[in-house]
Each structure stands twice: as C-alpha cells, then as structure tokens.
C-alpha cells in the first residue's frame, strides 16, 4: 500500500512523512517492488545507493538491515543497527531487529542485555519481531535440553506475538508438555507466589514479578535472589529466584537457589516437588556423566567395506528405507548393530540376561556426496570407554587399510553426541534380541532387567544427592526424608521416559518413605494451572464430571503412565456421564499402559472391552478390524497363545471375505512370526511378501530398522 503524505514516516522520528522523508519515498516503493518480486539483491544494491546519499537515515538503514538479516548475514545487520541505535535510542524497530541480529550473529547471553530491551520496549510495537526473537530463544533452549526455558520462551512468544500467530505456537507449546523426552515434572506450568513479607520489600518483589512477566528473567531473578538473601529463610523468594533462573537457562543456579526452597518449605508435599525439580536439574548439568561417543573414519571402497562388514558374526546390518536420509545429508550406504557377542543359542536353551547379545554401538556407513565432493565416510557411535574401544578394534580388525581415522581438526562435528547421568546408566539394557525370540519373552526378560535395576541397582547406588549414601541406606533417616523422596520422583521422570512405569508407591514404603497426600482443590483452583506433580496428587474420585475430563485431557497429553492409568480407568467407571470422551481412545491407551507395565493378561482384557465397544458403534466394520489387527499383534507376541490361531482363523474367513488383501496381510504376519496358519495352504491371496504388511488405517508396515544417520542409545 503506497504511504500517504500525512502517515507517520517510517524512519521512526514521529513526525509525518511530508515533513521528514519525503524526499525518498519514490525510491522506497521501488524497493517494496523489488522485494514483493522476490529480487532481494536489487533491493539490497539500491538501499546501497540509497545509503551514500543518506548515511544516517534510520528508514534505509532498518530497511537495510531486515534485507541483510533474512539474507542470513546477521553481522552485517546487527553493525547497521548498532548505528541507528547510537543515533536514536527509542527507535523500537531498530532495538528489536539488533535483539534479534545479535541473537544470531553472537549468542543468547552476550546478546541478552539487547534482547531484555526489546522485550521491555518493543512488544507492542513490534510483536512480530519480538515473538519470533522468543521464538528463537526456546529452539535454541530445546536443542540445548534447557526444557523449562524452551517452554517459557514459547509462553511468552505466544503473548506478545500477533494474533495471527499464537495457534501455531500453541501447538508448539502442546509438543513440549506431550514430549515424553522431557522429564514429566518439567513439562507444564509453574506458577510464581505473590510476594507476601516486608513492606519495604514489596515494590522490589512486584517489579520482579513484572519482569517474569516480560520474559527478562535474569533481572527478575536477581531482584529475588537478592531480597531472599535478606530474608533468608523466606521460601518463596529462593523458589521464584530458581524458576526464574530454569526459565533463563542458568540451570545450575536454579537448581540451587530449589534447593535452599525446599529445605524452607513448611508443607512436604511442596517441598518433595521443589527438591525434585531441583535434582533434575542437576542431573541434566552433571558432570557425573556416561558420554556416548563418535568416531569418523574415511573409506577407500564403499562396496569392500560393506562386503567386510557383512562378513562379521559380531555385526548386524540394520535394513532401512530407501531415500529415506534428509537431502541435506550423505547417503547412507548401510548401518551395523555392533555386538558384545555372536548371538548363538543351543538348541532348547531359553534367552535370558546373561546370555543375550547387548548392543556396544553403531557403524554408519556413509557414501560419497557427489554433490559436494565429499569422500565416503563411515562413523562409530558407542559408550565412551571399553566398549568404543572394543567397537574401535573391530572395524579396524574388519576394514583394515580401508579405512582411516578422521583427524580431530578434520571431524565434521563434536564427538560428544549423547550422554546419560551416571546414576541412571544401566535403566536402558540396549540388548539385541535375536531373530525369531517370541516378544513375549523379550518382554519379560525387559521386566526382569527393570525390576532388577529398581530394586537392586538403584537402590544399592550411592547417590551425590545423598551425600554419597546408597537410597537403601538414607532409608528412615529422618535428615535423608526430604531428598530421599524427591530421588524416587526422580527416578520415576526417568523410568517415564523409556516407558517404563514404576511403582512408586511400593518403591517409596520399602525406603520407609510416606507416600505425598491428596492435593486439595477449593472451588476456586483451576485444574489447568496446577502443576504435574500437583495434577498427579489430585483426588480422582472427587472430581466432577466436568472436571474429570480436563483432567483426561491433561493427562493423556502428558502421557504419564500410572497417572494416565489411574484417569482412565475413572473414564470407564463414569463413561455412562461423561460427554466428548472418545472411549475408544480410552480403551486402547489402556491396552498400551498395561503392556508398558508388562501387564499382558489386562490388556487383553481391555482389548476386549474396547472390541465389545466398537461393537456397539454405527459403521464399525473398520473400527472393529482395526481392533482386531490390534489383538492379532498382541497375540502373535506369543506363538502358544491358545487364542491366536482362531483369531486367525476368523479374521481369514470373515474380513477376507470381505477385503481380500486383508488375507495377504495375514499370510504374511503368519510367515513372519513362524506361525502355521490355520487355513489350507495355496489359497489364492495368500502371499507370504512381507515388505508392506497392509493394517486397517495406517500405511504399510516396514521392515525392522532406522533410518536415523546415527545410533543413540534408547532409540531402538
């Protein structure tokens, strides 16, 4: 739209445009063209030329300088801004876009004094700017595993940005607190208390809530820190300084500044949340650490290294799909499972943990990039220590002088690519289950090796938390209560994590540890804002109708299992009242937490319910064989399940009938798991090709395998 004489002048002096920039705004327009033509680099030379008649122009140079920031030459923009800056201190475009250069150009914290100005000056006027600046800093926060501090930054790109734009930051902020990455107590909201203390302290404390509120909250936890340092023993003040802290990154400060709360917090329930949160941060900035590790080697013959490779007894090559790598990427030529040992059994002798192969590492084979003239490559990922170095010994044994190792100045990336807290190593087996094992019996063996690491490794671990104690002998230690049982919540974000659901319940009366009460709820208390831990506590039973189903909808997208469980199985008992609750939902989230708790029998029962459901729903000829293929993978998991071979058997006659690839589906998923179909062989239709398994509502099955460049335990 052409600008008016009597519109503001965009170079930001206030004035109207007749009596300011007039002069140039011909030759603006030209450059609006340019960039609606999408000719960036004319519009970048005639702004140029625009800049040697007028080098002091705030509207060419913020021009200027957006071209130069969307071009990615963030430096260059940041240098011009800097001068319009020095020139016009309350320019808000100008403060905004520098925040946001120098986020880019430098880093979060030499560019923060930058971004805390624009975000106290510039939302209003620049919410676009300013929301994506927000934006930027919570991807960087998450690639840094700085959790709470991505989620905030998120909340506060969705206050300030405009309108136009918080549906899809909403749903970014949905991604983060369904992330079962994320530790289940980190995911959610957390409040701020109110400053209740000294008057002389009020305006301090309430200029540190409004901080918070405008995301600075560097400044605003140094205004609490300081004021908690005058009244040290007040808890609020260290708990609103250590969120503040977790939400600006400083996760080491925070988790200190948690601690001190919890040891003040009078209600133990508060307390336990506080330490909790606390340890996890600190488990996600120890130094205590397992690091899992890369190294690069160059290849002389791509196919010799395959064929070497594929010659090993101790390797297993890992099918993938094709032209399944980022386009970015080198081709993969072929990925290694690497293994402790060769996986033989004696006929007869049944797998269990001593015996079965565990997983040392990764060998991706990469092929040379024709596009950029890169040689091929490949990489090993594995455990720093004894088992990179037995990962190490092999290729070369194996390869030979077909293979060199990178140069560490040469190396693509870091060689650091994962890493676990010491304590929580061992959670995760990384076994290789060898072809034609019944998941049935994997999935014990899974069960033995958690329970065995619950009850016997971690409790048997000493722990920094506890000053070096093991959990089993900080047991009914009055002085240990407090951090003790944060350790078990701890320990439960972490099971959660792999899916694994512990008992916490029985875990915390063996250490000799209460379980927490039942958080109270007034008629005053929004479900939606308490916290996880918080949601977790809250009386199921003597919830509303109205209220039970805000809390399904929470809970599933948390997806934290006992929790999960216990809602849903409340769902069920008042499906009769409950309206817009898809049951069938319900009823198969139940069947998949139960087999998380290796509970099978029971999830075969609500497999049941749920089929008995679907039954009585208008047109479910395709829910119910949905359902069906559901109890089929179930029951192939044990080929002696005495149910599995009729429910072949009557999924072959009556759905075949009806849909006939349905009976290659079936033909193939019998030949699969080695199972003798209960129908006359050569029936037409009934094919045993198994590289696209067709389910009812979902695309064709894959092969087993990734296609991820590089292995990182617990992604299998």
């Not at 072959?652 to 179909?677: C, H, N």
Request: include cysteine; charge should be negative; charged fraction near 25%.
């Amino acid at each position: 739209m052409p600008i008016a004489p009597y519109d503001p002048c965009p170079c930001g002096s206030g004035k109207k445009i007749k009596f300011c920039c007039q002069a140039i705004v011909g030759e603006m327009d030209r450059v609006t063209k340019m960039e609606e033509n999408n000719q960036q680099r004319m519009a970048l030379q005639a702004l140029s030329r625009l800049e040697e008649k007028h080098p002091d122009n705030p509207w060419v140079l913020t021009r200027k300088a957006s071209l130069l920031f969307d071009d990615n030459q963030a430096e260059e923009a940041r240098l011009i801004l800097k001068r319009v800056i020095d020139a016009n201190p309350d320019h808000t475009f100008a403060t905004a876009l520098y925040a946001g250069a120098m986020f880019v150009a430098e880093s979060f914290l030499s560019a923060k004094p930058a971004i805390y100005r624009a975000f106290q000056r510039c939302s209003a006027a620049c919410p676009e700017i300013v929301g994506s600046l927000a934006l930027g800093i919570a991807g960087e926060m998450q690639t840094q595993g700085r959790f709470m501090a991505a989620r905030q930054h998120l909340a506060l790109a969705m206050r300030v940005s405009a309108p136009e734009n918080r549906q899809q930051i909403f749903l970014l902020l949905l991604e983060i607190d369904g992330n079962g990455q994320i530790p289940y107590p980190m995911r959610g909201g957390h409040q701020l208390v109110e400053y209740q203390g000294e008057e002389a302290a009020q305006a301090d404390a309430g200029k540190a809530m409004r901080l918070s509120q405008i995301g600075c909250w560097e400044a605003a936890a140094n205004i609490y820190t300081k004021l908690a340092e005058e009244q040290d023993t007040n808890p609020a003040l260290w708990r609103n300084a250590g969120l503040c802290r977790a939400w600006d990154g400083d996760e080491q400060a925070a988790a200190k500044a948690l601690h001190r709360a919890a040891e003040l917090i009078d209600d133990f329930s508060s307390a336990v949340e506080c330490e909790t949160l606390a340890q996890l941060l600190d488990l996600n900035t120890t130094d205590d650490r397992v690091q899992f590790i890369q190294s690069q080697y160059r290849v002389e013959t791509v196919s010799k290294l395959l064929t070497d490779l594929d010659g090993s007894d101790r390797l297993v090559r890992a099918e993938r799909e094709e032209n399944a790598d980022d386009e970015n990427s080198p081709a993969v030529a072929g990925i290694y499972r690497i293994l402790d040992r060769v996986p033989t059994l004696a006929e007869g002798e049944e797998l269990t943990s001593e015996n079965i192969p565990t997983v040392l590492g990764q060998i991706t084979v990469f092929a040379a990039e024709k596009r950029t003239g890169e040689a091929p490559e490949c990489v090993i990922v594995a455990q720093e220590g004894a088992d990179h170095d037995a990962a190490d010994q092999l290729l070369t044994e194996i390869a030979g002088d077909d293979i060199k190792p990178v140069p560490p100045e040469e190396a693509d990336d870091d060689p650091v690519i994962d890493w676990i807290p010491r304590e929580m190593l061992g959670l995760d087996p990384r076994w290789f289950v060898p072809a034609g094992t019944p998941i049935k019996e994997s999935r014990q063996l899974t069960r033995q090796h958690f329970e065995n690491f619950v009850n016997n490794v971690w409790t048997e671990t000493e722990l920094s938390i506890l000053g070096g104690k093991t959990p089993l002998q900080a047991a009914g230690n009055d002085d240990d209560k407090l951090k003790l049982t944060a350790a078990v919540f701890a320990l439960d974000a972490f099971c959660d994590r792999d899916r694994r659901c512990l008992n916490v319940k029985d875990l915390l009366e063996r250490l000799q540890l209460e379980r927490l009460p039942k958080f109270e709820l007034s008629a005053q208390t929004p479900l939606n804002s308490l916290s996880v831990m918080q949601l977790n506590r809250v009386a199921l039973d003597e919830l509303s109708d109205p209220e039970l189903t805000t809390v399904l909808n929470r809970a599933l997208l948390i997806h934290q299992g006992l929790f999960l469980y216990g809602v849903l199985q409340r769902v069920v008992e008042r499906a009769d009242h409950l309206q817009d609750v898809n049951l069938g939902r319900v009823y198969m989230s139940l069947v998949e937490l139960c087999l998380d708790r290796f509970e099978r029998d029971e999830a075969l029962e609500w497999l049941e319910r749920g089929k008995g459901w679907v039954k009585e729903q208008e047109n479910a000829f395709e829910a119910q064989l949905h359902w069906e293929f559901r109890e089929l993978r179930l029951r192939l998991e044990d080929p002696d399940d005495p149910q599995l071979r009729p429910l072949l058997k009557h999924m072959w006659d009556y759905y075949g009938t009806k849909v006939p690839q349905i009976r290659s589906a079936l033909a193939a998923m019998s030949a699969q798991f080695g199972i003798e179909p209960p129908w006359n062989a050569g029936v037409e239709g009934a094919t045993t090709e198994q590289d696209g398994i067709w389910t009812p509502g979902g695309e064709a099955s894959q092969p087993t395998g990734e296609s991820q460049k590089l292995w990182i335990p617990g992604q299998e």
